[in-house]
């Protein structure tokens, strides 16, 4: 059984940083691809960052290149996503993913985490 943690939510306001992990276990972590993507109130899931289980790739959506950084650790299974230069407009349910392609089409992902609430103040 598949399962996936998110932690390192909060609350900051803009212009702060916030550190997300996502711990997997169940799945062989090192050979899937993994993403980040967000929600937020009335609107549709879109896609955050993607990263290629080998390391050798990473994709950011427009809204986030320059400011979000993502990477993993595959000798532990996590996946992190490092937020910098937090807007309001940030504000969402920031959740992981597994097994998607690593681009801008965000699809295949099939495992899903249960999110963490990121909330930036102005």
């Known amino acids: 059984q598949v399962q996936m943690q998110e932690s390192g939510g909060g609350s900051v306001q803009a212009g702060g940083s916030l550190r997300l992990s996502c711990t997997a276990s169940g799945l062989t972590f090192d050979v899937y691809n993994m993403g980040w993507f967000r929600q937020a109130p009335g609107k549709e899931r879109e896609g955050v960052s993607c990263i290629k289980w080998d390391n050798s790739l990473t994709y950011y959506a427009d809204s986030v290149k320059g400011r979000f950084t993502i990477s993993r650790d595959n000798a532990k299974n996590t996946l992190y996503l490092q937020m910098n230069n937090l807007k309001p407009e940030d504000t969402a349910m920031y959740i992981c993913?597994?097994?998607?392609?690593?681009?801008?089409?965000?699809?295949?992902?099939?495992?899903w985490g249960q999110g963490t609430q990121v909330t930036v103040s102005s």
């Open positions: 993913a597994a097994g998607g392609s690593c681009s801008g089409s965000w699809t295949g992902f099939a495992d």
